[in-house]
Nanobody, 115 residues
Framework: QVQLVESGGGLVQAGGSLRLSCVAS????????MAWYRRPPGKQRDLVAI???????NYADSVKGRFTISRDNGKNTVYLQMNSLKTDDTAVYYC?????????WGQGTQVTVSS
């Protein structure tokens, strides 16, 4: 069974940094693309960053210049490096991946940024 598992969330002060990881298991082909989404409290889930199998990336305007998405294809892992964190970044962060035309989602990891 395909599973995506996020890790690395936690509590951090504004201006700090955090690195999220998401590893996919049970995958024998490529994952294209992989992405990070987030759901702030009381709001819908929105795209944060996305990365293709070739390494091309796109970011939400709100995180450009602060967040970096990367991946390790050999490990089927996607990362989100978050710098200069703001209180507005507080959310549950989810990774997903397109495997054989089907989207798979992780369980989410909580990121809380304090002022």
């Amino acid at each position: 069974q395909v599973q995506l598992v996020e890790s690395g969330g936690g509590l951090v002060q504004a201006g700090g940094s955090l690195r999220l990881s998401c590893v996919a298991s049970g995958v024998f082909g490529s994952i294209n693309p992989m992405a990070w989404y987030r759901r702030p409290p009381g709001k819908q889930r929105d795209l944060v960053a996305i990365i293709s199998s070739g390494g091309g990336t796109n970011y939400a305007d709100s995180v450009k210049g602060r967040f970096t998405i990367s991946r390790d294809n050999g490990k089927n892992t996607v990362y989100l490096q978050m710098n200069s964190l703001k209180t507005d970044d507080t959310a549950v962060y989810y990774c997903n991946g397109n495997i054989g035309g089907r989207l798979y989602w992780g369980q989410g990891t909580q990121v809380t940024v304090s002022s």
